[in-house]
């Protein structure tokens, strides 16, 4: 028995030499390394001397080397990060943080988490005159516009480590919340309602990033519930939900692929299932409520919760290269959602469908995204 400490050590030892010989073999000899689909082949070298001279960036080297997929490397970084990341708990420079409760928390929105992530005064300005120019074009055309902020799952479910408090800044939710605009956009605050539903059920994916339908389904009916408060009276579509459980199927949503480990638990989701859609009559006189939703892979988890106030829609994921085109077909449809990047999300869109509710969803962790989005054309132009 005294013994097995001595023996843990040279196991170790040689599997991470083994790492290092094998990805140095790997480098020189790439046909030996095909990428599956599910992999993305990233092309990392060991830090070099000089990179040794500067501390801060060797762990993000070591983590890319490690992570790098040529051939048998695949199965000694398994046998690295399950070490690291099962036996160790070290996250060092591995793109996430080892959560509370065994959740696996994005490393890109813990600073927005923690409220130490400021937006710079250029950036705000750009966004004040995006959603002013975006409500403007939107109310000339007789829509209504919602503006809704997604909350990283750490700004809901309590899964920041210890060692990474919140500060007592304000959050970029609530510096968003507070600009002022000219034009009166509704803005939706979904941390309330996510919190007090949070105390019950996972909203988010424990090991991933995204909020799941459940989470969906709270954000559609906030967003009703604030254009009933404050917009023109529509007519909402009615449809018997049905909700059921079922197992998440092996690494959906989940960052322990990124390192090929297998979740360590299957968790359960709802999934929400809608009946025939009818409208009220009672509301006959009132126009139907026609959405279009401009938003981010987070409207992609949402299942078919849009069902909810969209009644029938069509919606379209679009990849950075993709143009967006729509069919005949869809204009007949009460509801869009378009999760696309940046540069794809353009208010004219809206030309083409005509709806009297446009909404604009980003997440938290990426509100400087927005400065990457056009202000619509002047008219004339």
């Not at 082949?41 to 490690?66: C, D, M, Q």
Request: with cysteine; hydrophobic share 40%.
């Amino acid at each position: 028995m005294t013994y097995r400490p001595r023996i843990y050590c040279m196991t170790l030892s040689a599997i991470f030499a083994a790492a290092i010989l094998v990805g140095s073999v790997g480098a020189f000899m790439p046909y030996d390394s095909v990428p599956t689909q599910q992999e993305q082949r990233t092309l990392a070298s060991f830090p070099s001397g000089a990179e040794f001279a500067h501390p801060t960036i060797i762990p993000a080297r070591i983590t890319a080397f490690f992570s790098d997929n040529f051939g048998g490397r695949k199965l000694l970084t398994r046998e690295y990060f399950r070490v690291r990341l099962k036996v160790l708990r070290s996250d060092l420079g591995a793109g996430l943080v080892l959560g509370k409760e065994g959740s696996l928390v994005l490393n890109g929105e813990i600073r927005s988490s923690r409220h130490l992530h400021r937006i710079e005064p250029q950036t705000l300005e750009h966004i004040r005159r995006l959603l002013n120019s975006w409500c403007s074009y939107a109310r000339e055309r007789g829509a209504v516009f919602v503006f809704v902020i997604a909350p990283n799952k750490t700004t809901i479910h309590p899964f920041l480590p210890d060692y990474l408090p919140i500060s007592d800044r304000p959050s970029v939710i609530e510096a968003l919340q507070a600009l002022p605009l000219d034009c009166p956009a509704i803005k939706v605050d979904l941390r309330a309602p996510f919190r007090r539903a949070a105390a019950n059920e996972l909203l988010y994916y424990k090991w991933g990033s995204h909020w799941n339908e459940a989470g969906g389904l709270i954000m559609w009916r906030a967003i009703k519930q604030a254009v009933e408060r404050e917009g023109p009276p529509l007519s909402w579509p009615n449809s018997k939900l049905t909700v059921t459980r079922r197992p998440a199927a092996p690494l959906e949503d989940s960052m322990w692929a990124w390192f090929g480990l297998p979740d360590p638990e299957q968790i359960m989701l709802k999934q929400h299932a809608f009946g025939d859609i009818a409208y009220d009559s009672s509301a006959a006189s009132r126009p139907r409520a026609k959405i279009l939703v401009f938003g981010d892979s987070f409207l992609l988890w949402t299942g078919t919760t849009p069902t909810e106030i969209m009644g029938r829609y069509t919606l379209w994921a679009l990849s950075p290269q993709d143009q967006f085109e729509y069919q005949t077909g869809d204009l007949q449809k009460d509801g869009w959602v378009i999760a696309a990047h940046p540069p794809q999300k353009q208010i004219e869109i809206m030309d083409a469908f005509r709806p009297n509710i446009v909404v604009l969803e980003i997440v938290e962790r990426g509100i400087d995204q927005l400065i990457e989005f056009s202000l619509p054309a002047a008219k004339g132009e």
